[in-house]
């Protein structure tokens, strides 16, 4: 009876975060309008690429196929997405965390639950119709549709999000000892953009940075959940895949414990 309640008491901040994304539509609707004007660029781009080979498959994709990846990508990135390094960051430099640290509730509970009320809204909001737009439009390519690759996606979107708010929440941490984490929080979106198979599918790599890329962390949140989507894994890749999200899951779950053990006696507070 006590964790129900411990749960339901951190659901407020859950709420709390999707009323803020209702209240404040005007800069969610910015920052989605500069990801479609990525995802167009991408779009167009992919388009002059398979116009100018002479090939009609690249790299196991044909043209209709990697539309739909991109499609599918765009959107598994948006409610994967769990950025609180920079909340952390900000209630550090503010000093705002002061007051967060003691009250009587776990930091990294509270960032979780509020990482939830996004990815509700991003759901309700983006995801949803975009998965239903993303879904008849396969449909209409390949005349396939598979309810197994459906439920396996989202048990890896989910996985996705686990790791996406994990690496996060470790960036986060280091704004206890790092005052100025803007240049840190730019160089760790790039990488997870460049590896994550968000720009570029892994596929396109070399064999040997395929082989590095698949094992780290970063092709869990997208990659894997858009391939298994498409159906481009054999039911074997989809079991490995799966198992080494969970598996980094718990490594940045632990990793981030220890984290907090280590720099929470070393925080020095900046604001008021």
Same mark, same amino acid.
Do not use: H
């Given at each position: 009876?006590?964790?129900?309640?411990?749960?339901?008491?951190?659901?407020?901040?859950?709420?709390?975060?999707?009323?803020?994304?209702?209240?404040?539509?005007?800069?969610?609707?910015?920052?989605?309008?500069?990801?479609?004007?990525?995802?167009?660029?991408?779009?167009?781009?992919?388009?002059?690429?398979?116009?100018?080979?002479?090939?009609?498959?690249?790299?196991?994709?044909?043209?209709?196929?990697? !539309?739909?990846?991109? #499609?599918?990508?765009? /959107? @598994?990135?948006?409610?994967?997405?769990?950025? +609180?390094?920079?909340? &952390? %960051?900000?209630?550090?430099?503010?000093?705002?965390?002061?007051?967060?640290?003691?009250?009587?509730?776990n930091y990294q509970k509270r960032?979780?639950?509020?990482?939830?009320?996004?990815?509700?809204?991003?759901?309700?909001?983006?995801?949803?119709?975009?998965?239903?737009?993303?879904?008849?439009?396969?449909?209409?390519?390949?005349?396939?549709?598979?309810?197994?690759?459906?439920?396996?996606y989202f048990i890896s979107i989910?996985?996705?999000?686990?790791?996406?708010?994990?690496?996060?929440? !470790?960036?986060?941490? #280091?704004?206890?000892? /790092? @005052?100025?984490?803007?240049?840190?929080?730019? +160089?760790?979106?790039? &990488? %997870?953009?460049?590896?994550?198979?968000?720009?570029?599918?892994?596929?396109?790599?070399?064999?040997?940075m395929q082989e590095i890329f698949?094992?780290?962390?970063?092709?869990?949140?997208?990659?894997?959940?858009?391939?298994?989507?498409?159906?481009?894994?054999?039911?074997?890749?989809?079991?490995?895949?799966?198992?080494?999200?969970?598996?980094?899951?718990?490594?940045?779950?632990?990793?981030?414990?220890?984290?907090?053990?280590?720099?929470?006696?070393?925080?020095?507070?900046?604001?008021?």
């Amino acid at each position: 009876m006590k964790s129900f309640f411990d749960i339901k008491s951190y659901l407020t901040f859950t709420k709390n975060t999707f009323q803020k994304n209702l209240s404040y539509r005007a800069n969610a609707i910015l920052f989605f309008l500069g990801d479609l004007m990525l995802l167009f660029v991408t779009f167009y781009l992919w388009k002059a690429i398979y116009r100018s080979s002479n090939s009609m498959i690249i790299k196991g994709f044909n043209l209709n196929e990697m !539309i739909v990846y991109v #499609l599918i990508s765009f /959107i @598994t990135s948006v409610i994967v997405n769990a950025d +609180i390094a920079y909340i &952390i %960051s900000r209630e550090v430099r503010e000093g705002s965390i002061a007051i967060n640290l003691i009250r009587p509730i776990n930091y990294q509970k509270r960032m979780f639950f509020e990482s939830l009320g996004n990815l509700a809204y991003n759901f309700i909001v983006v995801f949803f119709i975009g998965f239903v737009v993303v879904t008849i439009l396969k449909v209409n390519y390949s005349g396939e549709f598979s309810i197994d690759n459906i439920i396996l996606y989202f048990i890896s979107i989910f996985a996705g999000f686990l790791i996406n708010f994990y690496y996060s929440y !470790i960036f986060g941490l #280091l704004s206890f000892k /790092i @005052t100025n984490m803007w240049g840190l929080t730019q +160089i760790m979106n790039a &990488i %997870s953009q460049l590896l994550s198979g968000a720009l570029i599918p892994i596929v396109f790599f070399p064999s040997w940075m395929q082989e590095i890329f698949n094992f780290l962390p970063f092709s869990s949140m997208i990659y894997t959940p858009s391939m298994i989507y498409l159906g481009k894994l054999t039911n074997i890749e989809i079991i490995k895949a799966i198992t080494i999200q969970f598996s980094w899951v718990i490594i940045l779950m632990i990793i981030g414990k220890q984290m907090w053990k280590a720099l929470i006696k070393e925080l020095t507070i900046l604001g008021g």
